[in-house]
């Protein structure tokens, strides 16, 4: 509960709190009252004018202090509702030896998933779109965008192009696209994913509820039938807070590693 920190407050100009500037005093405060339990994930922080006057400090040393531990990641800031505790986000492993769905890699796990909607539709394709699907002058592509939510935790953004031919209406995407293309006979067989480190953008991190520019694990797969044809170009856009992917290494025999240099 915020008492906690509020008893400790007075430490703050009484020469028992280590130094440095005002602001730093503060937020080591807090960090402490969070990491000790005095203040719990979800809890809210007093109000600014509140803290200032407690700890005879300026609401702008307050602000400056609150704002830090947003960028951090530590806090959250609720427009109209205040500041709190960033929920912890206990970090789901995905394994990269098997091809699955989101939908599947979260039931597997007993999570809850749900998605929000950011797009569904039919759109001239992009030219990159055209050139990795393959598509002829004049056809189309289905592309659906969402937030992928596993127990009320934001954990990826989804935006997948696919053939008309596949997936000819988007709207019967509910849940796990992986399904759709199974019934007609489509599920994917193989894919190539490459993964890279990058920094999330304003827009991105607001969707995911992470403060702008913190890291983010992008995912560009592009997946294949049996046949060879490929069937899906999906970009994905992963809390690297939330989600790690683990990748199994076997050494090749002394046939395959010839000449090689360990």
């Known amino acids: 509960m915020a008492d906690g920190l509020i008893g400790i407050l007075p430490s703050l100009n009484d020469g028992s709190a280590s130094g440095g500037p005002l602001y730093v005093k503060l937020q080591r405060l807090i960090e402490t009252a969070v990491r000790d339990g005095m203040l719990q994930p979800g809890d809210a922080l007093p109000p600014e004018r509140e803290l200032a006057t407690i700890a005879d400090i300026s609401r702008v040393t307050v602000r400056k ?30 394994s990269l ?39 002829s002058s004049g056809e189309k592509v289905a592309r659906i965008s969402r937030l992928r939510v596993a127990n009320d935790t934001p954990m990826a953004i989804e935006r997948a192009a696919l053939s008309i031919h596949v997936l000819p209406n988007p709207e019967l995407v509910t849940l796990s696209l992986y399904a759709v293309l199974a019934e ?37 797969r592009i997946s294949y039938l049996e046949s060879g044809k490929v ?32």
Do not use: C
């Open 231 to 262: 069937i899906e170009f999906t970009r994905s856009i992963y809390r690297a807070d939330a989600y790690e992917f683990v990748a199994e290494l076997k050494l090749g025999d002394s046939s395959e590693i010839s000449g090689a240099v360990l």
């Open 65 to 94: 202090a609150v704002q830090g531990l947003v960028t951090t990641g530590l806090l959250v800031q609720r427009h109209g509702s205040g500041t709190f505790v960033a929920p912890r986000s206990e970090r789901v492993e995905q």
């Open 97 to 135: 030896s098997h091809l699955t769905s989101f939908t599947e890699d979260m039931a597997r796990r007993g999570m809850i998933v749900r998605s929000t909607w950011l797009d569904r539709g039919i759109y001239p394709p992009s030219p990159e779109e055209m050139v990795t699907l393959g598509l």
């Open 184 to 220: 007609g006979g489509n599920r994917p067989a193989r894919a190539i994913q490459r993964i890279s480190a990058a920094i999330l953008k304003e827009a991105d991190a607001k969707l995911l509820e992470v403060p702008a520019g913190s890291a983010s694990l992008n995912i560009e």
